[in-house]
């Protein structure tokens, strides 16, 4: 595992705990089954994702755990956790392979100038998601006081993308996929949460999956596509400025 590692997770805002509890999966993923930054290289890393799959059929079906990892408790959460911090890991290696962290003196083109002041706005956009995030996951019961978040206080990895908050409704037992957008959402963010939902869908056949949608305000089309979704809401946050004179 690459030592800048842990400073990525910290700039994506994680709390401490789940800092920690990702470098802790990824090291036992790695104790079993070898460097993951090889096997990234190899193209082999797929494969380890694969093996950390555990369906509610094969919970219902009682079969073994396919892994090579040790663990007590329910076969299915730990593997998921597992998981989870395995296709993040790789999120962060395609990051790196791109050069989406790296630096350089040269000096830039006129086009490349235009690209970096692209790159920065979708930066600052990302930055805002990310302290939207944190505030969301502590106070989640301002957007529904039944609410229970249920992903270890990272995003979950479904088919699809990564789940920004997953939680359970402690009422009715539905899950419950909370998307962030800064900013107004558009009818691409309908369909990243009907997305979301669909790949939970499939993984819990057995629960109603509903859907929040959290942004500064929403365009005619996102509104109109989710009258008929009556699974899905919509949100708006709002940010209040408070001053106070320096003494």
């Not at 395995?86 to 962290?101: D, I």
Request: proline residues 2%; hydrophobic residues 35%.
């Amino acid at each position: 595992m690459r030592e800048n590692y842990r400073k990525w997770l910290e700039d994506q805002k994680y709390s401490d705990a789940t800092v920690n509890a990702q470098i802790h999966r990824v090291s036992k993923v790695e104790a079993a089954y070898g460097d993951l930054d090889d096997h990234f290289e190899a193209g082999t890393l797929q494969s380890i994702i694969d093996s950390l799959q555990y369906s509610s059929d094969d919970e219902r079906r009682s079969l073994p755990n396919p892994s090579k990892l040790g663990f007590e408790g329910n076969i299915r959460n730990n593997l998921q956790s597992y998981k989870n911090a395995v296709v993040r890991y790789r999120k962060f290696l395609a990051g790196w392979e791109r050069g989406q962290f790296a630096s350089s003196d040269e000096e830039n083109t006129r086009e490349e100038v235009a690209v970096e002041i692209a790159e920065q706005v979708i930066s600052q956009k990302l930055s805002l998601e990310r302290d939207m995030q944190a505030a969301i996951r502590q106070n989640i019961q301002s957007l529904d006081k039944n609410l229970r978040i249920i992903d270890d206080g990272a995003e979950r990895s479904v088919l699809s993308g990564f789940i920004d908050v997953t939680c359970d409704n402690e009422v009715d037992g539905s899950l419950v996929v909370v998307e962030l957008k800064a900013g107004k959402a558009d009818s691409r963010a309908i369909g990243q949460i009907l997305g979301y939902m669909g790949d939970l869908a499939e993984e819990e056949p057995d629960r109603t999956v509903r859907g929040i949608l959290v942004a500064h305000e929403f365009d005619k089309r996102s509104r109109s596509a989710a009258r008929v979704v009556p699974t899905l809401k919509l949100v708006k946050y709002t940010i209040n400025f408070q001053f106070s004179e320096e003494k």
